[in-house]
């Protein structure tokens, strides 16, 4: 994408975006897994929160071994859970592995089975073995565990996919960091990323948990930081730290979601808004020049939504006023014909045709230009952005109306007018006078990989077919099946 | 009995081309013939030598009827529209002329003119300068034949346009684009529409400020890719 897009939204989500609903609180939660439509994640000590959308959660059922910082993997089957123990004194540790068919306590085939120990740390190795990370290699199917705990190295082991654990018992741990916890490895496009968690924990808002990286082409590392550092000597390039009010983001666990929608897990020490709590959140999984960045929900506010495809921006089909009124074309009358209503030529400032007024021009009022706005439904259209009142949208959660994973709905209208974007049931767009609640104007919004944004009615009147906001024109937009490929569904939000 | 005799060499080609002046007259006007003296200085336009021709690979329509420029003024939304919904001629919306029919407007008598052009756009510029008619402050009409070979659904018609245009699928408004603009490809794009088999009259009003003008058009397949099977003609008649 352009790098002044990918700068604008990198500013936008320097701030944290809504917070999940419901029952958050956690401590070092496990990767999120899905188990028949539902989202369900595990913490020290047994906490399980469930979602049935990834927005709103409650507390789930504790499964039979408690321990600390488990990971889990969903593989064939089975549901594959590691989780530690301190066996002593830390660093004296080991890690099990529990595993049940189903994490639905409903379900029949809920059930953990113990399946014995997986890694170990003897309290005198320079190791503290918890902390398990999970990764299904996917260019060989190869399963691998990392874990550790600042005391020593963080520590790699290759296990069976079949049963899930230690392919050789007789191979020594590859050491691949120090001095960090809370290791996970992930793979994209040739590289394996290891994102750990440094700083200290469990100290509440003193707590200077972060989460940093480096990146290999070998699974076995070394794993280098962007500055060329090895993590194993220190190394990390800071990946998410504390912002606004959350401190001490930890325990990284990625999503992918298909469509180049990926998001990630993560605690944070502590959230000032919720006591100070250890509380779980769902961010956006953004990729720039190789590199995995931090993004955050969507932030309520005004924004100009601009088509990746055609440079153009989403309007309202009315005639625009020119923002301090109509002005004549040097040489005689402009093409677009004498001032309209609110127009006229704005008193001239001196220093001739490009001098402008002499004196700033305030930020067009809707309530000045809408007064000819039709009153009922108004068809949606595309255009150049020209800071007019009609180009700008309001974006903000709706309450009470559910989610998806990792955020609420949104409702979308017309600055300051409760004019709302609405699907229709023939699959193209209108802004209708009021919003409703209505599911058709209700939308998903969903940070694409590239830091841009899919668009998605939560519903479309008569259709189950799940459409997006299209780009098809470079003045008109519709609906029409996702294409990850091609700019057409991929949108900029843009402070106006 | 006189004896039968072959004609000379000279003679056959002669006939010949007679032969093919008279055959080429049953299907293209004789006003075009007229028009196209006029129009020869148009680099980009020439007048249609076949009964009918198919878009290429890129479906634009080549194809089209031209009324001579009515002066005008204004490219806002509300002023073109004001403009197109004001009657300049009997039937403007609804009328499928012929090469070389005159319209009366504001008095003054102007013709249409069947035109192929040899680009993705048709240049409104070297039609109106080819026939020195004004380029600037001006409203063409243009109106052209689209025949499918059966009924389509969900597609659109696509278009670009310098500056403002309003266009009309067999009688409905589908899109409208303002302002001072350029022509890009797939500016304006209508919502789903059907395609009935058979004709299908496509009609424009473009309305320029000053400067270049034209504008381009195709029809886009429910998979936005440019419709494929369709024929261009200038008749409703012989259709499928």
């Known amino acids: ?496 | 009995m006189t004896p039968r005799r072959f004609l000379s060499a000279p003679a056959s080609f002669a006939l010949a081309a007679v032969l093919a002046l008279v055959l080429a007259s049953a299907f293209v006007p004789t006003p075009t013939l007229r028009a196209a003296e006029g129009l020869a200085t148009a680099p980009t336009l020439k007048p249609p030598a076949t009964p009918e021709i198919i878009p290429g690979a890129d479906g634009f329509i080549q194809r089209w009827l031209i009324l001579e420029p009515i002066p005008t003024v204004g490219l806002t939304d509300n002023a073109v529209q004001a403009m197109v919904k004001k009657e300049h001629f009997p039937n403007q919306l609804t009328v499928l002329p012929k090469d070389g029919e005159k319209v009366t407007v504001a008095g003054a008598d102007l013709a249409w003119h069947a035109v192929d052009t040899t680009e993705y756009n048709l240049n409104l510029f070297h039609f109106a300068r080819a026939l020195g008619k004004p380029t600037s402050n001006v409203l063409l009409w243009g109106v052209t034949v689209v025949n499918s070979p059966e009924e389509v659904k969900d597609v659109r018609l696509a278009i670009g346009s310098n500056a403002a245009s309003v266009w009309w699928v067999n009688g409905t408004e589908v899109i409208g684009i303002y302002g001072d603009r350029q022509t890009v490809i797939d500016d304006g794009v209508s919502k789903r529409l059907t395609l009935r088999k058979g004709p299908n009259i496509v009609r424009c009003a473009v309305v320029n400020g000053g400067g270049a003008m034209d504008f381009c058009a195709r029809f886009l397949d429910s998979r936005d890719a440019p419709l494929k099977g369709l024929s261009v003609r200038l008749t409703d008649a012989g259709g499928n």
């Open chain 1, 1 to 496: 994408m352009r790098l002044s897009a990918f700068i604008t939204l990198l500013v936008l989500l320097t701030a944290r975006a809504v917070a999940l609903d419901g029952e958050i609180r956690i401590h070092d939660p496990s990767t999120i897994v899905q188990c028949d439509g539902r989202f369900y994640t595990y913490g020290t000590g047994g906490t399980c929160l469930v979602s049935e959308n990834g927005w709103n959660w409650q507390r789930g059922t504790t499964p039979p071994r408690r321990g600390m910082a488990p990971d889990l993997i969903h593989l064939g089957d089975r549901y594959l859970m590691y989780v530690a123990r301190n066996v002593g004194a830390q660093p004296r540790a080991d890690i099990n592995l529990v595993w049940t068919k189903s994490l639905d306590t409903n379900s029949p085939t809920y059930k953990w089975e113990e399946a014995g120990v997986v890694a170990s740390s003897d309290g005198a190795e320079d190791c503290n073995a918890i902390d398990p990370g999970l990764l299904l290699d996917p260019t060989d199917g190869k399963l691998w565990m990392v874990y550790g705990s600042y005391f020593g190295f963080i520590r790699l082991v290759e296990l069976d996919p079949k049963t899930g654990l230690r392919k050789d018992t007789n191979a020594a741990p590859v050491n691949i960091a120090i001095n960090c916890e809370a290791p996970v490895l992930i793979y994209e496009d040739g590289w394996y990323y290891l994102l750990a968690t440094h700083g200290s924990c469990c100290r509440g808002a003193d707590s200077g948990y972060n989460l940093r990286m480096g990146r290999s082409k070998k699974i076995t590392g070394p794993y280098l930081d962007r500055e060329g550092v090895d993590m194993i000597r220190g190394g990390g390039t800071l990946f998410a730290g504390s912002s606004e009010r959350v401190i001490g983001p930890g325990h990284f666990g990625r999503l992918q979601l298909g469509d180049n929608v990926e998001k990630f897990s993560c605690h944070y020490e502590a959230d000032l808004d919720r006591g100070g709590a250890s509380v779980l959140d769902i961010r956006p999984l953004l990729w720039k020049d190789g590199w995995p960045v931090a993004g955050n929900n969507v932030r309520e506010g005004t924004y100009q939504i601009e088509s990746l495809r055609t440079g153009t921006a989403l309007e309202l089909a009315v005639e625009g006023m020119p923002v301090g009124g109509r002005r004549e074309r040097r040489g005689g009358p402009g093409p677009g014909g004498p001032g309209g209503p609110g127009g006229g030529a704005p008193p001239s400032g001196g220093g001739g045709p490009f001098g402008g007024t002499g004196q700033p021009i305030p930020n067009q009022e809707v309530a000045k230009v809408s007064t000819n706005w039709p009153a009922g439904a108004i068809p949606l259209r595309m255009g150049n952005y020209l800071c007019q009142a009609h180009q700008k949208w309001n974006i903000a959660a709706v309450t009470n109306a559910g989610g998806y994973f990792g955020s609420p709905y949104f409702k979308i209208t017309v600055a300051n007018t409760d004019r709302a974007l609405a699907a229709t049931a023939e699959g193209e767009m209108t802004v209708l006078p009021a919003f409703t609640g209505a599911p058709e104007q209700l939308w998903q919004i969903d940070p694409l990989t590239d830091g841009t944004f899919r668009l998605t009615p939560k519903a479309i009147p008569g259709r189950s077919d799940p459409l997006a906001l299209s780009a098809i024109g470079a003045s008109f937009a519709t609906l029409s099946r996702f294409e990850p490929v091609g700019n057409k569904h991929r949108w900029i939000l843009k402070a106006p």
